[in-house]
Structure formats: structure tokens, C-alpha cells
């Protein structure tokens, strides 16, 4: 069993980096990737409030394709530029939106969902994966979320 308890009081930079440590523990010699990038969801769970969707997406032949994820069902495949993940995938950076009605294009996959933040997952300068949070509040997230998310992207990238 792995306990993991994060401290609703903590400021986010130190919940943020509490979650890295906790991610790479987690994924510490283990190479299967799709149990590493479940766990990794499950983890953002526990140490984000506020939220209604946690995951991944990977780039597959061209394309983002559905990763493990914590939340309600989500659309399967997204083409590069569509969407909130399409353009963190096809611009290659940080994509932090604060009222997702107000983003043209935005694919609705939870109709609670007001803000979201998306991060590409870079290996050797390529995009390989997003790591896609949402939230039902608006403006939930802010660039010490982007850069916690940004960091865990960086820990993680070797194991997914
Ligand atoms: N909202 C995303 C789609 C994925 S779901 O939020 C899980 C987008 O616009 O790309």
C-alpha cells in the first residue's frame, strides 16, 4: 500500500514539489508506462483541489490518443491544434486557460469543466505526451500551477 497525504495548507510550490517526489518514487524502477502514467494520475488527485479530470494524452502516429486519468470518460482521440491538448502538443508549450468557454476550440469533455492547464512532456526537444488538468472553478490554475506541472513533466518524462 502506498500512502500519500498532501497538506491542504501547504503553498502550492511545496505541494507541487511533495508531488514530484511522490511520482518518482512511484515510478522508480518501474518501466511499464501505462502503470506509471496511472499512477501519476491518481497522485495528481490526491495533491490537487479542486479539480475534475487529471491525465495524459499521447502523441500516437501524429495524434493525441487517450492516456490513463482519473475523472469522468474523456474523448479518445484529439488531432494536433484542436483543443486545449492539441495546441500544447502542436505549439510544444504550456497551455493555461482560465475560463475554457472563452478558448476557441475547446473540447468539453466534462461539462463542469471551467479552467484547465495543459503541459507537453518533451523528450529530446519532441513532444511526446500532455499532461491535461481541468477544473469546475475558474482560474483555478496559475503559473505556479503551470510551473509545478511543468516540473513534474520533467521528473517523469523517462518512465512514461
Ligand atoms: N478539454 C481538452 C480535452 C480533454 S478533456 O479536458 C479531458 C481540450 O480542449 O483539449
Known amino acids: 500500500m502506498f500512502e500519500f497525504s498532501a497538506d491542504p495548507d501547504l503553498p ?32 495528481m488527485w490526491e495533491f490537487l483541489p479542486g479539480i475534475n479530470w487529471a491525465g495524459f494524452y499521447r502523441m500516437v502516429n501524429g495524434e493525441l490518443v487517450l492516456g490513463p486519468f482519473v475523472g469522468r470518460p474523456a474523448c479518445i482521440r484529439i488531432p494536433l491544434g484542436h483543443g486545449v491538448c492539441g495546441a500544447a502538443a502542436a505549439s510544444g508549450a504550456t497551455q493555461l ?5 472563452s478558448f476557441p476550440g475547446h473540447i468539453a469533455c466534462d461539462a463542469a469543466s471551467r479552467s484547465e492547464l495543459v ?24 503559473q505556479e500551477d503551470a510551473a509545478g506541472v511543468e516540473a513534474l513533466a520533467v521528473a517523469i518524462v523517462d518512465s512514461i
Open 12 to 43: 502550492k510550490p511545496e505541494r507541487y514539489r511533495q508531488l514530484s517526489e511522490a511520482a518518482s518514487a512511484l515510478i522508480e524502477g518501474e518501466p511499464d508506462s501505462v502503470a506509471n502514467m496511472a499512477n501519476i494520475a491518481a497522485l
Open 97 to 101: 486557460v482560465e475560463d475554457v468557454h
Open 119 to 142: 503541459v507537453p512532456v518533451k523528450r529530446d526537444g519532441r513532444v511526446i505526451a500532455v499532461i491535461d488538468i481541468d477544473s469546475p472553478e475558474l482560474a483555478r490554475f496559475d
